[in-house]
């Protein structure tokens, strides 16, 4: 509005002076006194472009300071995400090593010549062959009575069951490592939106909650520590957001 003024008064400026000096071309010998007025009236013209000019200046110079502090922050955010990062590809290293420490374990089980898998016919018992008996002629003097062979029973061999195998996945693990530690339950958006609407745009208020929340070792207690330091509506969309995330960690 300043600025629209300014400029108003500028153009009058100039509609005077192109009056003034109007009046100085009807005369053969300018007067003294329009040629004064002239002189102020164009004066008065620089000074006010000048003015404008500085003002517009002053205006640049607070938008540069504040894209400064902007990129700043930005820094700052990059530089927690770095750490955040680095953090999540040493956890995944570590469960990675885990996994393949624990494979020659299920290799072996797998392996074993007694396991029997589970739901598969038993294999048919094999009946002994049976022996032929060769006669031999008698002695004309004892006849010996011949011996019929016994059938043995073959007892079936016991069927040992095998311990089902554990359905263990890198990414059940690495639910399960983020969600013990509630900083990295948050997607960079949720950061960016929690932190504007819960925290005011306060990074280190959010932190030190978080840090709080992490110490605590049930959803009650949570929910109270939340209502009796932050009194957040819970009707909120944002803080209902939030809390699904709080109760995956005690789930």
Same mark, same amino acid.
Request: proline residues 6%.
């Given at each position: 509005?300043?600025?629209?003024?300014?400029?108003?008064?500028?153009?009058?400026?100039?509609?005077?002076?192109?009056?003034?000096i109007?009046? $100085?071309?009807? &005369?053969e010998? /300018?007067? @003294?006194?329009?040629?004064? =007025?002239?002189?102020?009236?164009?004066?008065?013209? #620089?000074?006010?472009?000048?003015?404008?000019?500085?003002?517009q200046?002053?205006?640049?110079?607070a938008?540069?300071v504040?894209?400064?502090?902007?990129?700043?922050?930005?820094s700052?955010?990059?530089?927690?995400?770095?750490?955040?990062?680095?953090?999540?590809?040493?956890?995944i290293?570590?469960?990675?090593?885990?996994?393949?420490?624990?494979?020659p374990?299920?290799a072996q089980?797998?392996?074993?010549?007694?396991?029997? $898998?589970?739901n &598969?016919?038993? /294999?048919? @018992?094999?009946e002994?062959? =049976?022996?032929?008996?060769?006669?031999?002629p008698? #002695?004309?003097?004892?006849?010996?009575?011949?011996?019929?062979?016994?059938?043995?029973?073959?007892?079936?061999?016991?069927?040992?069951?095998?311990?089902?195998?554990?359905?263990?996945?890198?990414?059940?693990?690495?639910?399960?490592?983020?969600?013990?530690?509630?900083?990295?339950?948050f997607?960079?958006?949720?950061?960016?939106?929690?932190?504007?609407?819960?925290?005011h745009?306060?990074?280190?208020?959010?932190n030190?909650?978080?840090?709080?929340?992490?110490?605590?070792?049930?959803?009650?207690?949570?929910?109270?520590?939340?209502d009796t330091?932050?009194?957040?509506?819970?009707?909120?969309?944002?803080?209902?957001?939030?809390?699904?995330?709080?109760?995956k960690?005690?789930?």
């Amino acid at each position: 509005m300043v600025y629209r003024e300014k400029l108003n008064q500028l153009l009058a400026d100039v509609q005077e002076l192109e009056s003034l000096i109007g009046k $100085l071309l009807t &005369e053969e010998v /300018p007067g @003294v006194q329009l040629l004064s =007025k002239s002189s102020s009236c164009a004066y008065s013209i #620089l000074e006010g472009i000048k003015e404008i000019e500085s003002e517009q200046i002053r205006q640049m110079n607070a938008r540069l300071v504040e894209r400064q502090d902007e990129l700043s922050h930005l820094s700052v955010l990059l530089d927690q995400y770095q750490r955040m990062a680095e953090a999540c590809k040493k956890d995944i290293l570590a469960t990675k090593q885990e996994l393949e420490a624990s494979e020659p374990v299920l290799a072996q089980k797998d392996a074993d010549p007694t396991a029997v $898998l589970p739901n &598969e016919p038993e /294999p048919p @018992v094999e009946e002994p062959a =049976k022996q032929e008996v060769v006669e031999t002629p008698a #002695l004309p003097v004892e006849e010996t009575p011949k011996e019929t062979p016994v059938r043995k029973e073959v007892d079936p061999a016991p069927v040992i069951p095998v311990a089902a195998k554990g359905n263990v996945s890198l990414n059940d693990l690495l639910e399960k490592k983020n969600l013990s530690d509630f900083r990295k339950a948050f997607s960079l958006n949720d950061r960016f939106r929690f932190r504007r609407d819960l925290f005011h745009g306060n990074e280190e208020q959010m932190n030190q909650v978080i840090a709080d929340l992490n110490q605590i070792d049930s959803l009650d207690e949570a929910l109270r520590f939340i209502d009796t330091n932050l009194s957040w509506d819970m009707n909120n969309e944002t803080v209902a957001d939030f809390i699904k995330l709080l109760e995956k960690r005690y789930i």
